[in-house]
């Protein structure tokens, strides 16, 4: 019973805040278009927080994701400008993503930064290029063609009448993507397996700096699909919008490994942490609660979340020993 | 000098005779070993020490009072310590404050006198040779070794009572690295030289070879045997422990005609500690590598599986050169059991299944990326019933086996790649006697299967019973290669000084 407890404590809390929703919202929460709203809310957080569990499955961070989608967003809008061709565009923007990507894993595992550190320092340098790049302003309005922005404001009907979002169906696909390459492919077991013992890893024949490396070029492309699927959706892009993916993301995998057996990051458990900031967001909007006190409980949520998974791990006791 | 004398102690847990009629002296100024399989009786007697238990019968003798029984309380007022190889620190407090977590601190007008906490710690640390270590760092900035030395030194804080004078440790390495085990040795032999005495615990023979002024052996309850080590033999001391004789305890030797072609090709070697090594080895032969710490054993293999650099020289396997890093010799047929298996071995929170498989996702995997589960869970059953692995099931996290069981785990992870080169670096360190048998058979039948095995260990009798050849290391050299039939430890033993006994003798 108290093992049920441990394991599913979190997940019950989780729907503990769904049916409070339900309850105090009767007529708007537990709609489907609702429901389909918010899936389109976190879908750009969907996409960072996946690709950072990438990362954080082998006791790594990527600290630059939320810039990283603002230089994305900027480079495809500034080359919209230019004249070049939506998929072009798109495509050379998730090109900056893997290069920015392949640049964190080559500071952190050939140089041997710490990523903290590493990450840190090329957040401000993707946040620079940004500004650099757009003057400093936002691009919007005609440079950005209409085709692009129509994208995220559509998405194949449902029976019913309602509109499946684009950008739904997008942020399913990275996770599907996810899932598959860190729970079905051996390149993926590796990665937990280096977050388990990283030397022992190596001594096991897995090639340790290949894999940190490659990592996290996942990561800079995920950040990058996040900030096209911003930009999109805003048909606009300015240097700082990606500003606060990256702490959300982070917070969604820790939330996420809250419900995990083991307290290891698994892509499906982020998505489910994603949800939870997705919906307290969206109830807390609708029962018209003030946005700085929304941060304030949203804060006190996720500590409350993870600290009592710490304590259902260890016992209270163990905790006080500690 | 005082001493404690256990006279026909006897303790029983419903039918059990945990100890039948035990009698023993401790002195101080000695070390004394107290050898035994799990069950033979060694935590009992602890616990009677430590006034956690009474006897049934019998009487303990401390400094000529003697009693039926102790309390905690006697136990502690008479001198004795407990080390635990379990610690709990207190992490966030420095050292001088959990050398002094039962004593009153020291205070100058009612507030605590840092200075005098952290100089009287200091006069403790120095007294066992541990300058090096800081009574202001916080106790979490210490590895788990130098955390023990730490509650060896708090016991030489103050106090009123009688000093104390004989120190009860029970698997204290059982926790550390080669290194930090180095330097409580030299810690113990500290202790002993300042006039206390040790009960040293341990099934690890080198160790107890190494420190040991006695050695006593329990058995089934009851002292088999009680002696100076200068008496007695690790060979012997195995066979009173196990009650077998060794040539029961070691598969059979290989005879000529089950060795088989060459299979590995070492020459002029180097890499890292290793400065040369020169050999050859058959398929069906188990090479031993001897020496002492530091003379380049666990170097040697590490170079042949590439996790250390190797500068120059050829290595071959099967006539093709080897690759250079574990990445490409694990896929060549090269299979590794590392020394220190939990730091550099196992994952330990994670499965059985999961650390067995590891090496192999590639071969097991469907088009070599995409997860097999099922066949997966197979090889890691069918290896580990292969290694006599006990555990609940293949997904058991592997930090709730026992020592004998997670290295069994690391024996069915290098041989489910089905390798052709065996590597071994102290296979049965911290593994109790009953595993080790098992794992001896183990390397036998590999041995039989034609599998060829480098075995590099400090236990003396393991090497002389196991290999065919041993190759002694000096210095980082691979000096010499000695046939092991027919050898004995003190022979073995003379060759790895023998450079430094020919200098002394022509100087």
Redesign the interface.
Known sequence: MITVMRRFGGLAGMLAIVLFFAISLPDTFMTLRNWLNISQQVSMLTVVAAAMTVVMVMGDFDLSVGSMASLAGIVAAVLFMQGWSIPLALLAALGVGLLGGLFNGIMVSLVGILPFVATLATLTVFSGLAYVISDGRTIFGRDIPAAFGDFARGGPNLPGGIALPNLTLVAALTVLVIWIVLEQTSYGRRLYAIGGNREAARLAGIPVMLLRLSAFCFTGVGAAIGGLMYASRVASANPTQGDGLMLTAIAAVFLGMTLTRDGQPRVLATLVGVFVLGVLDNGLTQMRVDSYVREVMVGAIILAAVGLSAIGRNGLAGQLRR | MPQLDLDRISRAFGAVQALNGVSLSLRSGEVHALMGENGAGKSTLIRLLAGLDRPDGGQITISATATHGLTPAQSKASGLRFIHQEL?PV?GLSVAENMHLDLPYPKRFGLVDWAALNRAARKALDRLGLGSLDPRTPMTALGSGDQMLVRIAATLVGGDGTPPWLYVMDEPTAALTTAESERLFEVIAGLVRQGAGVLYVSHRMPEVVRLADRVTVLRDGEVVSSRPLSETSASQIIEEMTGRQLDAIFPPRPTDKTVGPMVLRIAGLAAGRLKSATFDLRAGEVLGVAGIAGSGRGALLQAI?G?IPRQVGQATLGGQPLRS???????QGIA?V?RERR????????SIA?TIV??H??A??RA????NPTRQRQVAKERGAEVLLKARSVQQ?CQDLSGGNQQKVMFA?ALAGTPRVLLLDEPTRGVDIGARVEIYRLIGQLREAGLAVILASSDLPELIGLSTRIAVMRDGHLAEILPADGLTEARLLSRFYHRHQEESLSA
């Open positions: 709990h992490p599986l996790a890093s574990p990445v490409g010799t694990w896929a590794y590392p730091s550099e071995g196992l994952m330990l929170r994670r999961e590891l090496p996702l590639g097991l995997a070599a990326l995409f997860l996290a992870r």
